[in-house]
């Protein structure tokens, strides 16, 4: 006879086995209301999403101008491209910050909008155009298929962080170029900073990114060094660009921007996040990222992601619980600036680039601490040196930035010369 099995037994074996994650990840929290927000929403949680608001709509704005403009694109195309990043950005991360009640900032792949700009030089932007939906959905097929977060869980934190901290590191060196290329405005950002930092009764009145922020402003005024440009449009009028598919395009674009969005992009928001003590729904993010790439796309815009840069700033400072005002914060700012696109673009425009440099890179500095803490400090250390070596090299193979090569590599080495950090896991 086949022995009875005891009930008990299978019992337990089966509460043994780790529960199924669920392909969406559902909120930890109960969604944000406006009592809530008015509630947890203070000085330095505004200051934080001012500051990503200001840096997201400076530089990587410039950077957008710069690809499109040098692809030959109208001003009308210019101008609904920038609406379709701030629109979406604002959007999808006030959504998602209320509803998981967390700092989930996003914005645009800027990676990808630099691997537009050989594209653009023998591609007619319908075709750049059909490309921006097919990545989409191929982002969107991705994220639900749930594969992104046990891709995502393979990689250790240390091995990620030093793929941001090769990304962040030009923000850092930006501050010391700056301040020599134009010390009449930087080095009293640089000044206003370490002042309310090292004086922390200054610091609690004024948080120090924003002092930063206003010294520049004053700086900048006082040197004379805003150039007003060229009167045009208030508001923006987004136009629709009729995509065109061919094989040539899809080849070329497609999975260079579907894996810059999923891994370089959203891997440096996740691993952001994560550092700062949240839990980021890492398939919804990629689901969203999908979903509001084929948005942009109808304003002939570049895919939409969860950004590094701008979730560190977001959680620079502040108490976990209460960052996510940081993020609505920022996503109403980005409302208002999509639809004041024009205006915004050429008041960013007339400043200084140093003065936008020294305000990202001082803003950044926690984050780059961060990360080469998170990297180098315990374990997976020559996997991690991989990483950031071959990441802040500019390696490109097959259109796909180097920060994806850095986790490819780096992971490689990792697992040749680290067995034991990883039988641990």
């Excluded at 004024?206 to 004053?218: K, N, R, S, W």
């Excluded at 926690?366 to 390696?395: C, D, E, K, N, P």
Aim: proline content about 8%; some cysteine.
């Amino acid at each position: 006879m086949t022995p009875r099995q005891d009930p008990i037994d299978t019992e337990a074996a089966t509460a043994a086995l780790p529960a199924p994650q669920p392909l969406l990840e559902r909120p930890g929290a109960r969604p944000a209301g406006p009592r809530r927000f008015l509630r947890d929403v203070a000085p330095p949680y505004l200051s934080n999403g001012a500051i990503g608001l200001v840096f997201t709509a400076s530089g990587p704005i410039a950077v957008t101008l710069a690809v499109g403009a040098a692809g030959g694109l109208t001003q009308e195309q210019l101008a609904s491209w920038v609406f379709g990043i701030l629109f979406s950005g604002g959007a999808a991360t006030l959504a998602m910050s209320l509803l998981y009640r967390q700092p989930l900032g996003f914005a645009w792949s800027i990676p990808g909008t630099v691997l537009l700009g050989p594209s653009l030089q023998h591609l007619s932007f319908p075709e750049v155009v059909g490309t921006f939906f097919t990545a989409g959905l191929l982002i969107l097929a991705l994220g639900a298929t749930g594969v992104i977060r046990r891709i995502m869980a393979m990689i250790p934190m240390p091995i990620v962080m030093a793929m941001v901290a090769a990304v962040f590191l030009r923000f850092g060196t930006d501050i010391v170029s700056s301040t020599q290329a134009n010390p009449a405005v930087a080095a009293p950002m640089v000044g206003a900073f370490l002042l309310l930092t090292a004086v922390p009764a200054l610091g609690k009145f004024l948080p120090p990114v924003l002092g930063t922020l206003l010294a520049g402003c004053l700086a900048v005024a006082a040197s004379g060094q805003f150039v007003a440009g060229m009167p045009g449009p208030l508001l923006a009028a987004p136009v629709f660009t009729p995509p065109e598919f061919t094989w040539a395009s899809q080849l070329e674009l497609v999975v260079p921007l579907a894996l810059t969005v999923l891994f370089v992009q959203n891997g440096q928001g996740i691993a952001v996040l994560r550092t700062a003590g949240h839990r980021p729904p890492v398939n919804v993010f990629a689901m969203v990222s999908g979903a509001f790439s084929m948005l942009n796309a109808c304003f002939g815009a570049v895919s939409a992601c969860v950004t590094g840069p701008t979730n560190a700033l977001l959680t620079s400072s502040g108490v976990k619980e209460r960052q996510y005002t940081a993020a609505v914060t920022y996503g109403c700012l980005a409302l208002a600036c999509a639809a004041l696109a024009p205006t915004l673009t050429r008041l960013m425009l007339s400043t200084p680039r140093e003065f936008v440099l020294v305000l990202g890179g001082i803003a950044m500095l926690r984050a780059l601490q961060q990360a080469f803490v998170t990297a180098f400090s315990t374990t997976f250390t020559m996997g991690a040196l991989a990483t950031f070596v071959v990441t802040i090299s500019g390696l490109d193979l097959f259109n796909i930035h180097a920060a994806f090569w850095g986790l490819v590599i780096g992971y490689a080495v990792s697992r040749l010369l680290e067995p034991a950090h990883h039988a641990k896991l």
